[in-house]
């Protein structure tokens, strides 16, 4: 199996998952979970709540925007970022010496993207971190196996951000988190000490012009920051917080994608009249993308290692 079980524990009783056969995984308590055929696996705990995650139709708006590269700059800043953040742990051999830096090579890392949607953030820190071992989690069944097609030899999981993670305790060196739940405390636990947690969200002024037509709902004022307070007392420190903006032109179509693609579709597919059409005018126009990309360290103190 492609499944990679270091990276798991158990949604029932938090006891690691091991390969107990090909298709099955288990832990020493007896829980078994089966391998679903697209290699990934459904780690949900009890009476998990019916919220889906993103839906089909949002998923491929998602992918359509990704590919035409109107985020690229966003997945540049992450994929820096860890290049200048992550450390690789020591290994075995070492004598307690310092963490290296991700220079080159980034064989051994261990990198987990928390609300993977189609793996776009993900697929572009494996394709420049090569040989590290991936995770990609999202409680959409279909946004899994979209991202599993998207990051090669990557294990993926469906799961509930809201829940404890059946993810085994200080795991991963990196952590991304891009547009999706967070759930600090349960981050805190999964990252090691010294590893590092990316958090991106919208500012502001991210989509200004499409707020104007009604299209997509308000940005609260400084996101950045209450997304720190509540990362810093779950015991991550901050490193960096770096603002990427830049102006998008776009045609109706492109529009479209950017409003279904996020948390206004539910709004707009229950919509009774057409002001939050993103599309109201054929004509191009430019349109804001503004985000933050924070970086944490998670501090020894912190969650369990
Ligand atoms: C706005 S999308 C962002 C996806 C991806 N990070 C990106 O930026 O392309 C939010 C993602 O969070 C997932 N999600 C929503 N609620 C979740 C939950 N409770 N547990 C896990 N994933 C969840 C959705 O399925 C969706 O893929």
Same mark, same amino acid.
Request: with cysteine; charged share 25%.
């Given at each position: 199996?492609?499944?990679?079980? +270091? ?16 298709? &099955? ?19 949900? $705990? $009890?009476?998990?709540?019916? +919220? *889906? ?6 998923? /491929? ?21 860890? %290049?200048?953040?992550?450390? !690789? !742990?020591?290994? !075995? ?5 310092? #963490? #290296? ?10 990198? @987990? ?8 953030? =993900? ?14 989690? #999202?409680?959409?069944?279909?946004? *899994? ?5 998207? *990051? $090669? ?14 993810? %085994?305790?200080?795991?991963? /060196? ?14 805190? %636990?999964? &990252? !090691? ?24 709902? /308000? @940005? ?6 209450? @997304? ?15 603002? *990427? ?10 529009? &479209? ?5 996020? $948390? =206004? ?8 009249? /057409?002001? =939050? ?24 103190? =912190?969650?369990?290692?």
């Amino acid at each position: 199996m492609s499944i990679d079980s +270091t990276w798991l524990r158990c949604p029932n009783c938090f006891h690691d998952l091991e390969a107990i056969t090909e298709r &099955v995984l288990g832990c020493d308590s007896g829980h078994r979970f089966d391998v679903a055929k697209h290699e990934i696996v459904t780690l949900l $705990p $009890p009476r998990a709540p019916r +919220t *889906v995650g993103d839906d089909r139709a949002m998923l /491929d708006a998602r992918a359509a925007l990704l590919a035409s590269g109107a985020y690229a700059p966003i997945a540049a800043a992450i994929v820096a970022a860890a %290049r200048q953040h992550a450390v !690789r !742990r020591p290994s !075995r051999s070492d004598d307690g010496g310092d #963490d #290296d830096k991700v220079a080159g090579s980034s064989d051994d890392l261990r990198i @987990v993207d928390l609300g993977c949607g189609t793996g776009y953030y =993900a697929g572009a820190l494996a394709a420049e971190l090569t040989g590290a071992s991936v995770l990609l989690a #999202d409680r959409s069944p279909t946004a *899994v196996r979209l991202a599993t097609r998207a *990051v $090669p030899r990557a294990t993926g999981v469906v799961l509930d951000l809201w829940r404890p993670l059946p993810v %085994r305790d200080g795991t991963a /060196d990196v952590a991304i988190n891009v547009f999706a739940p967070r759930n600090a405390p349960e981050f805190a %636990r999964i &990252v !090691r000490a010294a590893g590092i947690l990316i958090v991106v969200v919208p500012s502001a002024a991210h989509f200004t012009e499409l707020r104007r037509l009604g299209a997509t709902l /308000d @940005v609260p004022e400084g996101k950045a920051d209450r @997304v720190t307070e509540q990362f810093s007392a779950a015991g991550f420190d901050l490193r960096q917080t770096t603002r *990427v903006e830049y102006l998008l032109d776009t045609d109706a179509e492109l529009r &479209v994608q950017l409003v279904d693609m996020g $948390p =206004a579709a539910h709004h707009r597919a229950n919509a009774a009249d /057409d002001a =939050a059409d993103p599309s109201p005018i054929d004509a191009q126009l430019t349109v804001t993308v503004s985000v933050d990309v924070v970086v944490f360290e998670r501090g020894s103190t =912190a969650g369990a290692d």
